[in-house]
């Protein structure tokens, strides 16, 4: 599948935004609900990384200035849901966070139902692609699974940054907190990765329904020149070099994180191993999500 | 609305013979010919005359080799466009309503006013059968030619879809393949037509007629005929030959 940068920039952004917003969520519960400048930082993150993701997600549309026609099939599409709970949540979290910031009333009602709805935007947007039977890889319970534990992960490392920002260190439970996400969510992504060699579901011998007959291969495309289905599905990266990117996602986005997060526990330069931990995660990520299109094979692929 | 109707009165859909199909493109160029000019934006061309040409179209034809394991290999013609499928996930997928499948005919179409062209719905098709408009943005499919199979304003033999009144090989059937009496219906039990990856759940309407085996010559022949034993000359070759033939055709 072709890759789209709008859509990797998008699910990259926003999922590392919401995260974040969803463990201001739990602020009420774990750090007492007092108002300080770091709140304010990790709030103004949070809403401009999930916004600006969801903005960019809407360049890769043909006619952006329909998008509000999104919102209405909540009933049957995914990625209509994905828009209506992705509004729901940042109007949950931005009157959760106004009241917190504002008038020092954090409320855990509110907090929890940010971090519901910031969770369940993710996952919704993990299932615009589960929900694709055409696309082997990505038609597995595990792929929402992947999305939202990355976007914890992601919400926390951020979070330990902005902590270490405004009051000098890493926090040692906060920062074990962050390396076990880390962990886990690469874990399922390795065993994600795991499932990516079964079989295909359709062969060209199923797609013409001549397979009772012998091996079908193409003898002549349909036109001579490209398509828009090539383009769009027609793109896959080769296996051995798909094999190098994954290793490459993995060490920025787990490895080099955790031996940062690690390194800024005892030391007096933690802010600045912690935006580095930031800054390889975010880049493992975009590796990560770029292989995910990369990777896919679209089933129509057997007609060409 | 995107969500399915449960059943629909009529399911309409093309029957198309996989053996009569002579892999002609006429179908491709009719249907691009009425769909640019019908229902909805027109069908671009992008570098038409240039080094890159690329375009629109609703139907395609496809060229397959099948190689038994023990005969020579045989070449299919294989025309595809939107089978019209009765589980359709193109159709649940559009989060605007833009793509629907009528209740009274089983046509999926789009509404393209309300297409915002984000393509999920060609993702959701494994066969391929949508396609972004590069010029307009909004997702084009074969539309059964919905403005000529109602159409009054035209003669009743051309009220069926443009690919099935043009092609010359009579390779292509219109008609409602729930009706178990219809032609089609008749003509998919008789040859035994099949569905186009059944394992997709998408529960095809079109059905495809499979190529009748190849006649097995040497095996209804007790010695081959030698063909290049009938072409020899009569006479000798050469010069001499052809000059004895002339003379002979002289009279
Ligand atoms: S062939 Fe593709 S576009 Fe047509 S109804 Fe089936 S899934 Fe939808
Ligand atoms: S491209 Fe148009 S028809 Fe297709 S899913 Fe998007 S809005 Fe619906």
Redesign the pocket.
């Known amino acids: 599948m072709h890759p789209a940068y709008s859509v990797i920039f998008f699910t990259v952004s926003s999922g590392a935004g919401l995260g974040l917003l969803a463990f201001m969520g739990l602020g009420p519960f774990t750090f007492g609900g007092e108002t300080s400048d770091m709140i304010w930082a990790a709030f103004i993150l949070g809403f401009a990384m999930a916004v600006g993701g969801l903005i960019s997600s809407t360049f890769h549309l043909g006619h952006p200035e329909r998008a509000w026609r999104a919102m209405t099939q909540w009933r049957s599409s995914w990625l209509s849901r994905e828009g209506v709970i992705a509004v729901a949540a940042l109007i949950v979290a931005a009157i959760f966070a106004a009241l917190w910031l504002l008038l020092d009333l954090s409320s855990a009602l509110l907090g929890i139902v940010t971090t519901i709805l910031a969770m369940l935007t993710v996952w919704a947007t993990g299932m615009i692609y589960a929900q694709i039977k055409a696309v082997d890889l990505w038609h597995r319970w595990l792929t929402p699974v992947c999305y939202l534990l990355f976007s914890l992960a992601g919400g926390i490392t951020l979070f330990i940054f902005i902590h270490a920002v405004f009051t000098g260190k890493a926090g040692y439970e906060l920062s074990s907190m962050a390396m076990v996400m880390l962990l886990v969510a690469w874990a399922v992504k390795m065993f994600w990765w795991m499932g990516a060699d079964r079989a295909p579901t359709s062969t060209p011998e199923s797609a013409t329904g001549l397979g009772h007959l012998g091996k079908v291969r193409l003898l002549e495309k349909p036109h001579t020149g490209s398509n828009y289905l090539q383009r769009e599905m027609g793109f896959q990266i080769a296996r051995k070099h798909a094999r190098k990117l994954r290793l490459i996602a993995l060490v920025l986005g787990a490895v080099a994180p955790i031996l940062l997060i690690l390194l800024a526990i005892p030391a007096p330069l933690d802010v600045l191993w912690l935006g580095l931990a930031v800054i390889s995660h975010l880049a493992g990520m975009l590796v990560e999500r770029w292989l995910f299109f990369a990777e896919a094979r679209h089933a129509v692929m057997n007609y060409y | 609305m995107t969500q399915l109707p449960e059943t629909t009165e009529r399911k309409l859909g093309l029957v198309i013979d996989l053996d009569t199909c002579v892999g002609c493109h006429a179908c491709v160029i009719s249907c691009k010919e009425w769909n640019t000019g019908g229902y909805g934006a027109p069908l671009a061309d992008t570098d038409a005359y240039g080094s890159d040409p690329s375009g629109t179209f609703l139907n395609r034809v496809h060229t397959f080799e099948v190689k038994p394991a023990d005969k020579p290999a045989m070449v299919t013609h294989f025309p595809k466009s939107?089978?019209?499928?009765e589980d359709?996930?193109?159709?649940t997928v559009c989060p605007t309503g833009a793509s629907f499948?009528r209740s009274e005919d089983g046509i999926?179409l789009v509404h393209e006013d309300h297409c915002i062209g984000c393509g999920l719905?060609a993702w959701?098709?494994?066969?391929g059968?949508?396609e972004m408009d590069a010029v307009e943005k909004v997702m084009k499919?074969?539309t059964l030619c919905v403005d000529r199979i109602y159409n009054e304003n035209i003669p009743e033999e051309d009220r069926v879809p443009s690919c099935v009144r043009t092609c010359p090989a009579g390779a292509r059937h219109f008609g409602d393949i729930g009706d178990p009496d219809s032609d089609v219906s008749k003509l998919v039990a008789e040859r035994g037509g099949f569905d186009l990856m059944p394992e997709q759940g998408?529960k095809?309407v079109n059905k495809y007629l499979p190529p009748r085996p190849k006649q097995q010559m040497s095996d209804d022949l007790d010695e081959p005929v030698n063909l290049a034993a009938l072409a020899e000359p009569t006479a000798n070759g050469g010069f001499l030959g052809w000059l004895d033939n002339a003379l002979e055709r002289l009279g």
Do not use: G, I, Q, S
Request: proline residues 14%; positive net charge; glycine residues 0%.
């Open positions: 939107c089978l019209h499928c359709a996930p193109c159709v499948k999926v719905c959701a098709c494994p066969y059968a949508r499919k074969c998408t095809p």
